[in-house]
């Protein structure tokens, strides 16, 4: 891993051109679990091309009965200190781990149908998604309302041992098989990497060479489906005031894979 890379991605990302003309933002999906850095992440993303910490998505408390049941869809543009880019973060309400039986059809429709741009911005997830004939539903969405690329944000330090991981790991994987066959790429972000090793939280250049980080994405990997080549650790900005380089290119480097399996699905909905 070159360490050095901040400046190039950052100019590369802010340089980008979308291969499609019909698109013109191109959405990326956040989702995990409540509480895995979903919000944190697009923080990180918006502070590091602003240069200084981001405070615009804001976290979904583990228990609190807001995050259970209204969290809206809220999209975040990514912006520079020059020029707004061409890419937008969606931050959807994050999975909860209750019994497969009793949540899991309508809570993954919701996100299905937030994938395929049939839910219209602002709208709160309740108990139920929007019906096809509802006021709330996209009938006939756009490319640009549509999702290009599917983040899932996964906790590096629970999940081996979080006792609700299999119940997440359920709702995550029927996600994956209903949008494959749509050809949308899926990246896994590897949160917390320092809260998982030691080794790592003395020295964030010890990422790559951590044998807890290597198992961590190849169990990862094995329960998502997801090969190990996108999936990418990172440490988000959380309590810090100041932004630092070693976070800002793990960062980058997670966010360019995104933008490039991103405009790799758009420009293959060109062509068809």
């Not at 994956?176 to 790592?200: C, F, H, W």
């Not at 961590?216 to 990418?232: D, N, Q, T, Y």
Request: charged share 30%; net charge neutral; glycine share 4%.
């Amino acid at each position: 891993f070159d360490w050095r890379e901040k400046e190039m991605l950052k100019r590369r990302l802010e340089k980008f051109t979308l291969s499609n003309p019909d698109v013109k933002n191109m959405k990326i999906l956040v989702a995990g679990q409540i509480g895995a850095g979903k919000s944190s992440f697009i923080n990180s993303v918006l502070s590091v091309f602003q240069g200084e910490i981001v405070n615009e998505a804001i976290a979904e408390d583990l228990g609190s009965a807001a995050s259970h049941s209204s969290t809206k869809k809220v999209t975040y543009r990514i912006r520079s200190k020059d020029a707004d880019l061409p890419f937008e973060l969606c931050d959807i309400k994050g999975l909860e781990p209750e019994k497969i039986s009793e949540c899991q059809i309508e809570d993954i429709f919701s996100h299905i149908s937030d994938i395929f741009g049939h839910v219209k911005k602002g709208y709160k997830f309740k108990e139920k998604s929007p019906t096809s004939d509802g006021e709330h539903y996209n009938q006939n969405p756009s490319l640009s309302d549509q999702v290009f690329c599917l983040v899932y944000i996964i906790d590096a330090s629970t999940i081996q041992f979080a006792a609700d991981d299999k119940i997440i790991t359920e709702k995550l994987r029927k996600i994956r098989q209903t949008i494959n066959d749509k050809g949308i790429p899926q990246v896994i972000v590897m949160s917390k990497v320092d809260e998982a090793s030691y080794l790592v939280k003395n020295d964030l250049k010890m990422v790559y060479r951590s044998h807890i980080i290597k198992e961590r994405m190849e169990l990862c990997s094995a329960k998502m489906g997801v090969p190990v080549s996108h999936i990418f650790p990172v440490k988000n900005y959380h309590n810090e005031i100041n932004t630092n380089d070693n976070v800002d290119v793990l960062i980058l480097k997670a966010f360019d894979q995104i933008v490039r399996s991103a405009d790799l699905c758009q420009l293959d909905r060109l062509t068809q």
